[in-house]
């Protein structure tokens, strides 16, 4: 069974800071993907990650795959405080025979002037 | 263009009636997802189409819960003789293709459900 782990959960920072999620998953899989959710909004994509050593950038976030290592990295540079929201990493479940994404539980990131 | 569409936005049924969600995918889309999301959760899987094929329902949790996409556009998630633990957010996604750079899932608004 596929697991998706995040850390932090939890994450308040100042704004003009660097921070970086983490993201871990238990079984082989080349496909990785950001959201973002406001609250009581939809899943907003963010990135795609398609093959080992992929790093795709937008504004001042970086994301980053490592498939040898099972990890992605989201990674926020100076951050402000539009940034505020709940960042969940995903990943595809082919290697089990489904198409679907498995979900980690979420970042609720709080950026604070 | 338009995104991906569900309605009701909100549901609220008493324990024991059927409720049926709709969701209409981003036109063109081959393949369609539905997601259950409870409160401070990531969204769960439940099952997807690719044009009006199922290719899995691993992810429904008992055999009250049904899927059908039979035009290979418009999709109803069907839950029957509703319980109070159905109650959540079910989201719905489309992707353009469900693999390669084309697999990027849009997701709709989401149908609150309310099961009292």
């Known amino acids: 069974e596929l697991k998706v782990e995040q850390n932090p959960l939890f994450l308040s920072m100042q704004e003009g800071k660097n921070y970086t999620i983490y993201c871990n998953y238990s079984?082989?899989?080349?496909?990785l993907y950001w959201y973002r959710q406001d609250p009581g909004k939809s899943l907003e994509s963010l990135f795609v990650?398609?093959?080992?050593?992929a790093v795709k950038q937008e504004g001042r976030l970086m994301a980053s795959l490592d498939t040898k290592a099972r990890l992605s990295t989201l990674h926020i540079t100076a951050a402000v405080h539009d940034l505020s929201a709940t960042y969940f990493c995903?990943?595809?479940?082919?290697?089990?025979?489904?198409?679907?994404?498995?979900f980690g539980k979420g970042t609720h990131l709080i950026i604070q002037p | 263009g338009a995104g991906v569409s569900q309605s009701p936005r909100y549901k609220v049924t008493k324990r024991g009636q059927d409720v049926a969600l709709r969701c209409d995918p981003i036109?063109?889309?081959?393949?369609l997802y539905w997601y259950r999301q409870a409160l401070g959760q990531g969204p769960e899987f439940l099952t997807y189409?690719?044009?009006?094929?199922?290719?899995?329902k691993s992810g429904l949790p008992n055999d009250r819960f049904s899927a059908e996409r039979p035009e290979g556009s418009i999709s109803t998630l069907t839950i029957q003789r509703t319980e109070q633990r159905d109650s959540a957010m079910y989201r719905c996604a489309s992707s353009l293709r469900s693999q390669g750079a084309r697999s990027e899932q849009f997701f709709g608004p989401g149908t609150r459900l309310t099961v009292l």
């Open positions: 990650l398609l093959s080992n050593g």
């Open positions: 189409f690719n044009y009006e094929a199922q290719q899995d």
């Open positions: 995903a990943v595809d479940n082919s290697g089990g025979g489904a198409d679907g994404l498995t």
């Open positions: 079984t082989t899989s080349d496909r």
């Open positions: 036109s063109g889309h081959v393949s």
